[in-house]
């Protein structure tokens, strides 16, 4: 089955820098690949997804860009803002039911 | 336009004492269910899915176990509660192949 590896666990910006996360999976079938932010105590909730006939997607201060022959994809925030600390998770596809097996996240902190 | 109702929004139950946690769908038929688990500063850990009435496919096995009575509801349930199943419980949709996942508000479950 789908194995999705997320890297950093925690990371720590000031106010105004970019952030990456990077996630890394294993069926070279999968080719849909969500990013989901969560805020303490809420629901995730979808930000921005990227389909395997693209390299990359933007909107507005985030964008994912997808390697496939790798099998790694990464979420980028430019211009950090305190309402971006949050958990991020990436996903991707698990099975033929069409589940969506997550990475373990990663802690995001911006410091103003 | 679709909703996905979750209840309670807490619970503190003691060990040894059963649990049921509902979740309902509205404005779409047939969808694909499922219930996560987040322990406390970690990721989402798919517990069961179902993507029909009396379907139901475990990917972990433990202590819960999931029903589905209606092709909108889907039911999260334990006999005994034990101290682990402490956690924050998500039920999500997703309308079936690779689209977004809508989570319900969650459960955080104490168990005491």
């Known amino acids: 089955g789908e194995n999705v590896e997320q890297h950093p666990s925690t990371l720590s910006v000031q106010e105004g820098d970019s952030a990456v996360i990077k996630c890394t999976y294993s069926?070279?079938?999968?080719?849909?690949f969500p990013w989901y932010k969560q805020e303490l105590g809420k629901r995730p909730q979808l930000i921005i997804d990227?389909?395997?006939?693209?390299g990359e997607k933007k909107d507005q201060r985030i964008a994912v860009t997808l390697n496939k022959t790798a099998k790694h994809f990464s979420l980028h925030i430019t211009e950090t803002q305190p309402e971006d600390s949050a958990v991020y998770f990436c996903?991707?596809?698990?099975?033929?039911?069409?589940?969506?097996?997550f990475g373990k996240g990663t802690k995001l902190s911006v410091k103003p | 336009s679709q909703t996905i109702h979750q209840w309670p929004a807490t619970l503190v139950q003691p060990v040894g004492s059963p649990l049921s946690l509902e979740c309902t769908v509205e404005?779409?038929?047939?969808?694909?269910l499922y219930w996560y688990r987040q322990a406390a500063g970690r990721g989402l850990q798919l517990l069961f899915y179902?993507?029909?009435?009396?379907?139901i496919s475990s990917e972990v096995p433990q202590n819960l176990s999931a029903s589905r009575p209606q092709d909108r509801q889907f039911i999260l349930s334990s006999k005994k509660l034990l101290l682990s199943d402490s956690g924050f419980y998500l039920c999500?949709?997703?309308?079936?192949?690779?689209?977004?996942?809508?989570f319900g508000q969650g459960t955080r479950l104490t168990v005491v």
């Open positions: 999500a949709w997703l309308a079936g192949g690779y689209t977004e996942a809508f």
């Open positions: 069926d070279s079938a999968s080719n849909y």
């Open positions: 990227i389909r395997s006939n693209v």
């Open positions: 996903a991707a596809p698990g099975g033929s039911q069409g589940n969506l097996i």
């Open positions: 179902s993507v029909g009435i009396g379907q």
């Open positions: 404005g779409t038929s047939n969808p694909n």
